[in-house]
């Protein structure tokens, strides 16, 4: 779940524009001061405006009796990207009518997007919010104009009843299944584990080394020797694999890795072969997310297993919504998606080929 | 030591210690009630160090500090501040962006229900201004005024605060004559409400004329304390230099002497619109022309077209009766052209690179990047200018803003003759430097112009004008408005070419106040 | 003889910054300095640490003559990301790898130049003027890979962020040519005096007849450079563009490292050899706090603390302080001699 951690830099970084227009002021000359920023600021709402209406654009018009409203954080990463796709084709796929609005990375867009949402009377209304906290008054709008909210991927701090459900993924479950294919695997065969982590901190970070840890509890074979953070990106996943080798005997004492997202396994992949081991044979690994390019390492052998954070949101929650339409069955408050697990016994590279074109 | 009765603060033995060097040895000062006490000193004589002494900036390493017969040890400005001893220093400082009356009152304004007071601010501010014959609008902001305001408004605020012994440092560097007579009317005011005043200077004419008494440091010693009255001329700057200084027996006969030989430069209608009036000069080989006038009347500006510092919208310059391209610093150095500018500190050293860097930039820039004057060419450049302009430096290597202000000063123009100039323009060559200093700039010049060199200078000392100038363009209003030559070049008559015809004293202090 | 002891000098404060680091992870972890063979190339920590410092080693050698003119390039970071992505998509969409590489460069030189014209021409503020640019930067980036991690298998890119040459992995080869080019190109010519003069005092470097404005943008593009060779690097690191983290925070650690390195932020005298042991410095902390095992709650505080330990060695005052105690004992030491 990259996503949520991209979404805290991209805060972070929302906030340190803030800061330096505080700070900083100072330090434009005169002659500019009093319309630098707006200047800078009309330049990026007009881009903003533009990839919102983009948006809007390619809401499809199909002759659907149902619409539903979507708000996007934003395509910050590939899986939000790949999000955005999946969600489009299963609206195509059920005839429904989606309107989509990116809400570049800010709460107040997804605030007036939903808004303009029940003032357009959709008939369902799907968010993926940005931040947890603030939506007790739109989702109250929302409740009184009748309109089901669904959450995706994340959820909000609100009272249960302003939405209908919540789809999505159990990070726990997650490390857990990966946790378990590992025990499998290894069968009782004594096992030396490096683990990747996501970004100190964060929750896909914090959950994912539970459930692997919990996968892992009476096992004893199985004993994770180094654990270090790998910021869920590819050249740190390399970097602290590189230190990982040198530590552990050029990496002869290392059976196992796991790495909390495909992508630090893969730079991890690039560091095993420099080092002169086979990643996949020499060093098992296994990771989450199943974005495309692990499948790829999984064809070639160099990687072992994924376990899926499925950008598949929205399937779950239209079926949701059309049996709710249809005989007026509340689903559940969380809808948990599957973490489905794939090996290379799962012909990876038609995976990849299948997940190539989602925009990851 | 026995203080009498009229002493208002006295320092006994000090000592100051910096590593490396004893910056004051047993060092004796006495400042009476009502009187201007004037303290000098070549740079480097540790003036400034007695005086930070004195306010608490440094700690003294040893003596004893008296203030109305009670020993005191403040323990930083605003300490001494308190026990009653206010400093004004040359750059104001003060918050420019606050208006008068809250900076006269900042940190102690009268309050009402807990919130600043703005109208008694104002209506106090007001009256305290009106002791020093300052009517000016309060409210306004400080950097709306001249400097010579300014000081007088540092200078209220310090008595307000102080009240017993102000300290004035180098008040008058930056002011021009009415502006000087201005602060010296505030100064007369304040000696007899009973002050003690410190005067630090460079410029001796003002000692004679304000101060009673005079004591001079040299090396971190004292020379000697004197009744001004009673001390003649020749006799103070022996005991500051501690040798006679041949400039300042120098006679005016010389004033007389005309450059003969074709015109080289030759200016018609240059100018630039809002800083300088259009003008025509001509310039022959080996002449100095001085420049003389008010701050503010266009002095600078004149050398900055005249180099390219500033583009000139109008006119042309022709050298040897070619067109000559002026239009950047650049430019006019390729016209073999150079400028030492009036500020040093912000136009002409470059601080942290060493002498000999200083020293060979301009011929290196003119060069060009790629062909990099050889370190032994540099190191040789280096030590013949300091050898030939005497410049006291330890060593080529030393950054240059160790340097003393005259050193520094000697140093640029060394920057200058290193490039070989034909037309060398010096801004106030002699500002702010130490007399030693001082009479050496003024032999140079003559020197350079007997090698055929053509200078301008720009001075506000108008007796060192009279001693080099073939002629002098006299400057009023931005507008080259008199050109002296010959026997025509005497104090007086500049003197009073500058004040010009008649005005009113109220149309005369508007004007120096708009300008300054 | 004398320049050569005097240059020792100046790089003492950071070579003992090293050693003490070195030291400290060697204590941590005893096999840091073995070094072998391994198909063909170095291999061990240190290794490491010169491969891994590349991206901000090449980064500080532009820093390090911006902040030298007094500037400040905030935007190296955005332009690693944006040379990365176009080195990406240049690759994948079939040019050969010169035009490739010509072309990143290129854009490398084009952000500088938008940096260097808004400082030296419209006289921004650097910190102002290349904020700008930080901020559009990992955009454009965004856009060029359309947010997604832009892989490519072409072996030639490939092997500038894997492969080697005299047994030395690539990126080490070329940071440590950069960095003498760099050097030779500033102290060779007059380009550094003018660069220092030009950081002192600008209006004073102007009167004085230097071409400040063609300095200035020459500083940045001289930056834009490093900081695309510095992207390609990373991208080919991981076979991949991503223009989300490439770079990301790498221009403080660039900054970091020049004044590790000791030169001032306020401009004036720099040295790229110090700047670059600045960058090794960093990069030492950084492996040597993964290779020590801590748990990575830790590793920011201690990074964070050594810093501040190396920062407050170098501080002025405290120099000043020292300088003063190992005078004043000089100074007593041949009275006692005598005495005795």
């Given at each position: ?5 991209k979404n805290v830099e991209w805060l972070h970084f929302g906030a340190r524009i803030h800061f330096t227009k505080v700070i900083l002021y100072d330090y434009i000359p005169p002659s500019l001061r009093s319309d630098f920023w707006e200047e800078i600021m009309k330049f990026v709402k007009a881009l903003s405006c533009a990839t ?309 | ?76 400005t605003l300490d001494a501040q308190r026990l009653g001893i206010g400093t004004v220093y040359q750059e104001v400082n003060l918050l420019p962006n606050l208006s008068v009356a809250e900076n006269l009152f900042l940190g102690r304004q009268p309050r009402r229900f807990g919130l600043i007071d703005t109208g008694a601010v104002n ?394 | ?127 102002i003027a290349t904020l700008v640019l930080m901020v559009a930067g990992r955009g454009i980036a965004q856009m060029v890979t359309n947010g997604a991690i832009l892989t490519f298998n072409d072996e030639g890119l490939i092997f500038i962020g894997s492969g080697s040459l005299f047994g030395l992995p690539m990126p080490i080869v ?167």
């Open positions: 779940m990259k996503t949520c951690v919102v209406l983009a948006g809007c654009v390619f809401s499809s018009v199909s002759a659907a009796d149902i619409t539903v409203g979507f708000s996007q954080i934003g395509s910050e990463s590939g899986w939000r990207a790949a999000e955005t796709t999946v969600t489009k084709q299963e609206a195509e796929k059920r005839g429904i009518d989606l309107k989509f609005a990116d809400a570049q990375q800010k709460q107040e867009n997804q605030i007036k997007a939903l808004r303009s949402f029940i003032a357009q009377g959709v008939d369902a209304i799907f968010v993926a919010p940005v931040v947890a906290t603030g939506w007790d008054e739109v989702l109250g709008e929302a409740k009184d104009a009748e309109i089901p909210v669904i959450l995706l991927d994340r959820t909000v701090d609100a009272d249960k009843s302003l939405y209908m459900t919540a789809v999505t993924s159990d990070l726990v479950h997650e490390g857990n299944v990966a946790g378990k294919w590992l025990v499998d695997t290894t069968a009782g065969k004594p096992c030396n584990v490096v683990e990747l982590q996501g970004t100190t901190g964060s929750s896909p970070a914090i959950d994912r080394k539970k459930g692997f840890e919990d996968a892992l509890k009476g096992h004893d074979n199985l004993k994770i020797v180094r654990s270090q953070t790998g910021d869920f990106t590819r050249t740190k996943g390399k970097e602290v694999m590189e230190s990982f080798l040198k530590a552990e005997n050029g990496g002869k004492n290392i059976c196992a890795l796991y790495a909390h997202n495909d992508d630090m396994a893969v730079g991890a992949i690039q560091a095993i072969k420099e080092a002169g081991l086979k990643p996949g044979t020499d060093i098992l690994v296994v990771s989450i997310d199943a974005v495309p390019d692990i499948f790829q390492a999984m064809a070639a052998g160099e990687a072992n297993a994924t376990v899926e954070l499925t950008p598949n949101m929205a399937g779950p929650a239209f079926d949701a919504l059309a049996a709710f339409k249809k005989d007026g069955k509340e689903p559940p408050k969380w809808i948990q998606t599957e973490s489905k697990l794939y090996t290379q016994a799962d012909e990876p590279q038609k995976v990849y080929e299948a997940k190539k074109g989602l925009g990851y | 030591m026995q203080a009498d009765r009229d002493t208002v603060l006295s320092a006994n033995r000090i000592d100051k210690v910096f590593p490396g060097a004893k910056a004051l040895s047993q060092v004796d000062f006495s400042l009476r009630r009502g009187e201007v006490h004037a303290l000098l000193g070549e740079n480097g004589a540790g003036k400034s160090t007695l005086v930070k002494c004195l306010t608490g900036a440094y700690h003294r390493d040893g003596g004893t500090i008296l203030l109305d017969g009670a020993e005191i040890d403040p323990r930083d209506r106090k501010a007001r009256a305290l201004l009106a002791e020093y014959e300052l009517d000016i609008d309060v409210t306004a902001g400080l950097d709306s005024f001249s400097v010579a305001i300014q000081q007088v408004i540092a200078i209220a605020r310090a008595v307000d605060v102080s009240g017993k012994v102000l300290i004035l440092d180098e008040p008058t560097a930056s002011l021009d004559a009415h502006e000087v007579a201005m602060l010296f009317r505030v100064v007369r005011r304040l000696k007899a409400r009973g002050l003690g005043i410190i005067f630090i200077t460079h410029f001796l004419e003002q000692v004679y004329e304000i101060t009673d008494r005079v004591t001079i440091l040299r090396n971190g010693q004292l020379v000697g304390t004197r009744d001004t009255a009673s001390l003649e001329r020749r006799e103070l700057i022996a005991m500051m230099l501690g040798r006679e200084l041949a400039a300042e027996v120098h006679d005016e006969s010389g004033a007389a002497k005309v450059a003969d030989g074709p015109v080289r430069f030759q200016f018609r209608g240059f100018g630039r619109k809002g800083r300088i009036d259009p003008f025509d000069l001509d310039v022959k080989a080996g002449e100095v022309i001085g420049i003389a006038g008010l701050l503010g009347s266009g002095r600078t500006e004149t050398a900055e077209v005249m180099f390219g510092a500033r583009r000139a919208d109008s006119g042309t310059a022709t050298i040897d009766g070619k067109a000559a391209d002026l239009s950047s610093p650049r430019a006019a150095i390729r016209q073999k052209f150079g400028f030492c500018p009036e500020d040093r500190k912000t136009d002409g050293i470059i601080g942290d690179l060493s002498v000999r860097e200083n020293i060979a930039l301009a011929l290196q820039a003119r060069r060009g990047w790629a062909r990099p004057i050889p370190r032994a060419e540099q190191d040789r450049l280096a030590a013949e200018y300091i050898k030939a302009l005497d410049i006291r430096t330890t060593d080529a290597e030393k950054p240059i803003r160790l340097l003393s202000g005259g050193n520094q000063q000697k140093a640029i123009l060394a920057r200058w003759l290193a490039t070989n100039p034909e037309f060398l323009i010096l801004d106030e060559p002699t500002r702010g430097i130490d007399v030693g200093a001082h009479a050496e700039i003024i032999r140079l010049i003559e020197t350079l112009c007997e090698k055929g060199m053509s200078l301008i200078v720009i001075s506000s000392e108008i007796e060192e004008l009279v001693v080099y100038s073939h002629r002098v363009i006299v400057l009023r209003d931005h507008q080259h408005v008199a050109e002296l030559t010959g026997a025509e070049i005497t104090t007086d008559s500049i003197v009073n070419t500058i004040a010009g015809p008649a005005k009113t004293p109220a149309e005369r202090s508007a004007a120096a106040g708009e300008i300054a | 003889m004398s320049m050569l002891g005097l240059y020792g000098k100046r790089l003492l404060p950071q070579f003992i910054a090293l050693a003490i680091i070195l030291g400290l992870v060697s204590i941590a972890f005893p096999g840091f300095f073995s070094l072998q063979v391994q198909n063909g190339r170095l291999y061990g920590s240190l290794i490491d640490i010169l491969n891994r410092g590349a991206p901000v080693a090449l980064l500080a050698i532009g820093m390090t003559v911006v902040i030298a003119t007094k500037g400040i390039d905030l935007s190296v970071g955005a332009v690693m990301a944006i040379c990365g992505a176009v080195a990406a998509s240049a690759i994948t969409s079939g040019y050969s790898l010169p035009a490739t590489l010509l072309l990143t460069v290129g854009v490398g030189v084009l952000c500088g130049l938008w940096n260097g014209i808004l400082v030296a021409i419209l006289d921004i503020q650097p910190i070329i940071w440590i040519t950069a960095g003498i080019l760099v050097a030779l190109l500033v102290r060779r010519t007059a380009l550094g005096m003018l660069i220092e003069a030009v950081g002192v005092n600008r209006r004073a470097s102007t009167l004085a007849g230097v071409s400040t404005p063609v300095l200035l943008i020459a500083a940045y593009v001289l930056s834009g450079l490093c900081a695309s060779v510095a992207g390609i690097i990373a991208a080919a690191d991981i076979r991949g563009a991503d223009a989300n983290n490439a770079g990301l925070w790498l221009e403080l650690d660039a900054i970091l490292a020049v004044v590790i390195g000791g030169t001032s932020l306020l401009g004036g005298r720099f040295s790229i050899a110090a700047s670059l042991l600045g960058a090794m410095i960093i990069q030492s902390i950084n492996t040597g706090i993964l290779l020590s095992g801590f748990p990575p709650e830790f590793n920011l505080i201690i990074k964070a603390a050594i810093i501040v330990f190396i920062l407050v060695l170098q501080s002025p005052k405290l120099q000043g302080t020292l300088a003063f105690f190992s005078r004043s004992n000089a100074a007593t030491k041949p009275a006692e001699s005598k005495a005795k």
